[in-house]
């Protein structure tokens, strides 16, 4: 065996752990150490600068020129305290990644005077030549300019690697027009939008409630392998997932990974990284095994959402970075392995006020049970009415592996409430509406909170086959992708129950008008939306294939392929919701409808390339070896007089291995004309829907079928592919 494969695991013995565990810090020591927080700024800023960024990264208050230059001064001056020399704006642009156009603080006078310079100008705005990152047509339409322009609400940072320190200044991306070339700027209108309608709800409880957060705390999925043996896998290489690969003897099926002890070299590297994402003001709090071997779960304490989203895409960064250093690859990708789980990110979903109260919390008393429900009620109902949106919001190629092929979650949206809450819907659904009178008032005074330690207790109870699922005191989030940006089904959210929330405040307006009592207006419009949106609600086995039937009995979507799933986006039900609420316009909406399929046409073509590729250049050649390898003894033992029976065995191997042959090269000849097929079409949703259905659907499983019964059968030492059981089990 001389290939890469055998390489990579010769060396893996020499794989040292890596990490001076003895010398590792306190959190507290280092937590936001390479942040610029409001308290370095306080004493870095003037208090007139102080004073302005303060106001504008909580009232939006807009920073003038001369204060922004006082602004900027002080960060440099911060920054080079800890030799920084260089500078960048950092945005997350339509590819969901995010980023950086370095500058050097180092600059020439007019006088050719070299100085060290970072003036308000290049704080607030930046025009990076950044033309080739997706904009659906939006650049093109307006104006080839985009820019940056500076997000104080999410903390400016220093990045460092190995090659020195930068101040990374978080910022959104433009077109010159306004239109958003980012993912950040909608979710940060969306975040407002919420804040708005949230605020007129709270009021109706209380009056000292001016403003409502979002919060968002992120669970991380991710597999670690062995970089050799990584790298010895064009596939994963190239698509972040293996196309081929059998499974192996043992899989998950004993489930000895789960929570069992991390690995030495694995736990080396998260150390380090959690090092520096504290230092990076990312607060982690848990660290475990999941289910599928090297797979693991990283997640922190929950923040204001857009900081959360920033720091998901920090943090997916400085993991890549950090396990190189480890020679470990992090695999992001939905369904990096056939039959082993796939990688989500759940996404914790909460509202909170400034007056301290958790929106999505039970109460304790009548007041804020009612609150609760308003908002929990609004919540289901927004999820309902826009079932459509959220799935189509974490549809991607990676994603469809896990959503709609007979795993987790399904790509039918449902909500689990649990026993508890979905008791306390059915006694409110039950009242026939003009029964709610004072005595009805006791519905009012329903322990709601007493649900509480009841669903942490039991966590068994906690149904963790479900897309949406109410933990407790938030909403989860399960069936976003691993690699996604939480920020798109974070801003499709937010606006749902934005739109939700209005509708509910002027329903009962009107109630209140005609004289109704207020708690009866809120409980008999809470009580319709029970109604309307119950057929949502699902407490069983989202995986069974029973819940797909009754789901399409109850009439609910269930639409598979990631094409499909986008054109909710272009719908004019889409486009009243988004323009509506100011959250994206038509045109942004269909630039980036535009953009998701183009991005999932590349991938699925990268693959299919991927597996054309690899039957040439591996599969084939490995089987045909082998197969001479019987052959030569066939004939040998033929010559040496044998009968039939000494080479009987061989011959069928060698039948079954050109049989498997035949079907894979006609494979790939047909997968080619597929994509031919498909690239002539003219429209995108035309090319993404034949990439999905001719390409993928009709060749990849087939292809794979039989790739994956040659690598049972050809001879080890000649498989080029490092195995599943090298991938997952050997670190
Ligand atoms: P699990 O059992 O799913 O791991 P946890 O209780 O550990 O659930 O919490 C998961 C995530 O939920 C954490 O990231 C946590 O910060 C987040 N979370 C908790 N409360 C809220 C909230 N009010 N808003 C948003 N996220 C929250
Ligand atoms: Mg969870």
């Known amino acids: ?48 600068a102080f004073k302005s960024l303060v106001s504008s990264i909580k009232g939006g208050k807009k920073i003038d020129r001369n204060i922004g230059n006082q602004i900027a001064a002080g960060m440099r001056a911060w920054a080079e305290s800890k030799q920084v020399t260089h500078f960048t704006h950092w945005f997350q642009p339509l590819t969901g990644l995010s980023a950086e156009k370095h500058d050097s603080f180092f600059t020439l006078k007019s006088d050719g005077v070299a100085i060290e310079e970072f003036e308000g100008n290049a704080l607030i705005q ?25 997000d104080p609400t999410s903390p400016a ?30 979710l940060l209108r969306s975040i407002v939008a ?80 959690e090092k520096e994402s504290y230092r990076l003001g990312i607060p982690l709090r848990t660290r475990h095994n999941e289910v599928a071997p090297s797979q693991f779960e990283c997640a922190p ?78 919540t289901i109902k927004a999820v309902h009415d826009y079932a459509d949106l959220i799935r189509a919001s974490i549809a991607s190629a990676g994603n469809e592996h896990r959503l709609g092929a007979n795993e987790a979650p399904p790509a039918i949206i449902s909500i689990f409430v649990g026993k508890h809450l979905t008791n306390v819907l059915n006694q409110i659904e039950k009242r026939v509406s003009d029964d709610f009178d004072e005595q009805d008032e006791a519905i009012l005074k329903l322990d709601i909170h007493k649900s509480i330690p009841e669903l942490m207790l039991d966590n068994t109870d906690r ?53 109704e009592k207020k708690e009866i207006a809120i409980m008999q419009t809470l009580q319709k ?36 799933a986008l054109d909710a986006f272009v719908t004019e039900k889409a486009k009243t919701l988004f323009e509506g609420n100011q959250i994206y316009n038509h045109l942004e909406m269909e630039a980036r409808h535009e953009i998701m399929l183009e991005a999932y046409i590349k991938k699925i073509q990268i693959e299919a390339r991927v597996m054309g590729d690899l039957v040439t250049t591996h599969i084939v050649p490995a089987s045909v070896k082998y197969q001479n390898i019987l052959l030569e003894n066939i004939n040998g033992l033929k010559a040496a007089g044998l009968t039939e029976a000494a080479w009987k065995n061989q011959l069928e191997i060698v039948t079954k291995i050109s049989e498997h ?42 292809l794979r079928y039989h790739v994956d019964k040659l690598e049972l059968i050809v001879d080890d030492s000649i498989w080029t592919l490092p195995k599943y059981r090298e991938l997952v089990f050997m670190r």
């Open 1 to 48: 065996m001389n290939s890469l494969r055998s390489e990579a695991i010769k060396k893996l013995s020499l794989n040292p752990a890596g990490f001076d565990i003895e010398a590792a810090d306190k959190v507290t020591d280092i937590f936001n150490e390479n942040v610029f927080t409001l308290s370095v700024a306080r004493s870095f800023l003037s208090d007139e």
């Open 463 to 515: 149904n963790r086959t479900s897309p949406f699922a109410f933990t407790g005191n938030k909403f989860e989030f399960r069936a976003v992708g691993s690699s996604a940006n939480c920020a798109i089904p974070m801003t499709v959210l937010n606006t749902a129950v934005t739109a939700t929330l209005k509708a509910f405040k002027q329903e009962v307006d009107a109630l209140m008008e005609k004289g």
């Open 126 to 150: 930046q025009e990076p030549d950044a033309s080739s990152f997706p904009s659906g047509g939006l650049r093109e339409t307006f104006e080839a300019r985009g820019y940056t322009a500076w």
């Open 157 to 186: 940072f220093i990045m460092e690697t190995a090659e020195g320190k930068t101040l990374c200044i978080p910022t959104i991306f433009v077109s010159y027009t306004g239109e958003s070339l980012d993912t950040k700027t909608p």
């Open 529 to 564: 939306y029970i109604v309307e949106s119950k057929n949502i609600l699902f407490e069983g086995d989202g995986y069974s294939a029973a819940w797909e039937k009754e789901a399409a009995q109850r009439g609910l979507p269930n639409v598979k392929s990631t094409p499909e």
């Open 301 to 378: 304490i929950f923040e204001e959402a857009n900081l959360a989203v920033d720091h998901n895409t920090l943090l997916m960064d400085v993991m890549s970075r950090v396990a190189k250093r480890h020679n470990l690859t992090v695999l992001f990708h939905e369904k990096p392995f056939a039959g082993i789980n796939g990688s989500g990110k759940h996404n914790n979903w909460s509202m909170s006020t400034d007056t301290g109260v958790n929106l999505l919390a039970p109460g304790k008393t009548p007041k804020t049970n009612l609150m609760f429900l308003t908002f929990f009620v609004n």
């Open 661 to 702: 042959v035949g079907v894979i090269s006609e494979l790939v000849t047909s997968m080619i004309e597929a994509r031919k097929k498909a690239n002539n079409l003219e429209h995108s949703r035309d090319m993404a829907m034949s990439y999905y259905y001719d390409v993928k659907e009709k060749h990849f499983h087939k």
């Open 194 to 273: 919420l804040d708005k309608a949230a605020v007129d709800v709270c009021q109706l409880f209380d009056k000292n409630v001016s403003k409502v957060t979002t919060t968002l705390g992120w669970e991380q999925e991710y597999f670690v392998i062995d970089s050799g043996i990584a790298n010895a896998r064009p596939d994963l290489l190239l698509t972040g997932r293996t196309v081929f690969g059998h499974a192996p003897a043992k899989g998950q099926q004993l489930d000895d990974h789960y929570f069992g002890s991390i690995p030495e070299r694995v736990y080396a590297f998260m150390r380090e990284f």
